[in-house]
């Protein structure tokens, strides 16, 4: 038996998304740049495609701009704001692609200011409000957590930033089709396809109209002189499908399964639940005391359970969560920790299952665990 319970880090294509691609790799495979009928053909998908995006967002299809994923639409929206001489303010539990960008920036003499988190994840307004600054350009804050799950009031963000004239961005890579989000929010919003069921390699940059943004790529003049390159138009129509698909009893369907896991987990000794309860639907986050998170997920793969240990952008570094480092978790709580991220293809015969091994792992692992006798670090 095969589990995937890692969809934090990318999911199955659907079927239906696959039907929706196929014709654009052997029938209508023009360039849309192209004056030519298949050009004209490629170009009336990716027209399409913009529009059944853009009305997900409650947008414009012109404030669409096609990247190649969420972490260039991040860059895109940090680095084309973004100034030497100006101030950005962002969160401490930032992915990497947010995070690594404004680092770069700062070698160049960019100011940046890393707002903390309380214990569950969620920002402070008032030190955010603290933090404004008369050179303060952006502020870059993301909608839910990849590894926490905690979903951050970012309209009440937004309406402060407006007040101060302050740009705002929104990483809402994990967000978007879990959690609603709109125009509304946000100036800068970023998604990605496939973390919704749709393919790799292919993403969005929501740009509210009258911004205008420093190209990082440049050659032609697609998406409206912001991204150069020929746009993925496979990958484009199996995004918009993807978007399509998307259901609210689907999103009911996962908080459900979500809960119904947490509260089976939690029933195992020595286990702490990381972030709020109220957070994105699909997202469980788990310490298991006394244990090594590797050792977990090693075991559970033997099983035929697909799990993580944090972020899939980290999950080849020694070091420990960004993300949980920032909840004041002690180091050995953190290397014991496991992020599940369910799909709206989880069954609860697949948790039913995963429960069980899981109680078997770490009871296994218990048995042998130098860390045993260690408590007091847990305290």
């Known amino acids: 038996m095969k589990i995937y319970l890692d969809n934090g880090a990318t999911t199955k294509v659907d079927n239906k998304v696959v039907e929706a691609m196929l014709p654009f790799f052997e029938e209508k495979y023009g360039n849309a740049s192209s004056l030519h009928i298949f050009g004209q053909e490629a170009y009336k998908s990716l027209d399409g495609a913009r529009k059944t995006i853009a009305a997900k967002l409650n947008a414009q299809s012109e404030e669409i701009i096609f990247t190649s994923g969420g972490s260039e639409a991040n860059n895109l929206a940090i680095k084309g704001i973004i100034n030497r001489e100006d101030h950005i303010i962002t969160v401490k539990t930032e992915h990497p692609s947010v995070l690594n960008t404004i680092k770069e920036l700062e070698k160049q003499g960019v100011e940046t200011t890393y707002l903390n988190v309380t214990k569950e994840g969620y920002i402070d307004f008032n030190e955010l409000i603290a933090s404004f600054k008369e050179n303060t350009k952006l502020v870059s804050i993301m909608h839910a957590n990849n590894e926490i799950g905690v979903i951050q009031d970012i309209r009440k963000v937004y309406n402060l930033c407006k007040k101060k004239k302050i740009i705002f961005h929104t990483d809402a890579v994990q967000s978007f089709g879990k959690a609603y989000i709109s125009s509304e929010d946000a100036d800068l919003i970023s998604i990605s396809a496939h973390k919704i069921h749709g393919p790799k390699g292919v ?29 993925n138009i496979p990958g484009i129509v199996g995004f918009a499908k993807a978007t399509e698909l998307i259901t609210e009893k689907e999103i009911k369907q996962m908080e459900s399964l979500r809960d119904y896991f947490i509260n089976e987990l939690l029933k195992i000794k020595d286990t702490k639940l990381n972030g709020p309860r109220e957070r994105l639907c699909n997202n469980i986050n788990i310490s298991f005391k006394y244990i090594e998170g590797e050792a977990i997920l090693t075991l559970l793969d033997f099983e035929g359970i697909a799990v993580s240990t944090g972020s899939a952008c980290s999950s080849k570094s020694l ?61």
Not at 358 to 364: A, G, H, S, Y
């Open 203 to 231: 993403g969005t940059l929501y740009v509210k109209k009258g911004i205008r943004l420093k190209p990082q790529i440049f050659g032609g003049d697609q998406e409206g002189k912001q991204r150069a390159g020929t746009e």
């Open 319 to 379: 070091e420990p969560s960004h993300v949980l480092k920032a909840l004041n978790l002690n180091q050995k709580e953190i290397h014991g920790t496991i992020r599940f991220t369910i799909s709206k293809f989880t069954t609860k015969e697949e948790l039913d299952y995963s429960i069980d091994k899981i109680k078997m792992v770490v009871e296994k692992l218990r048995k042998i665990s130098p860390l045993r006798g260690d408590k007091d670090v847990y305290r």
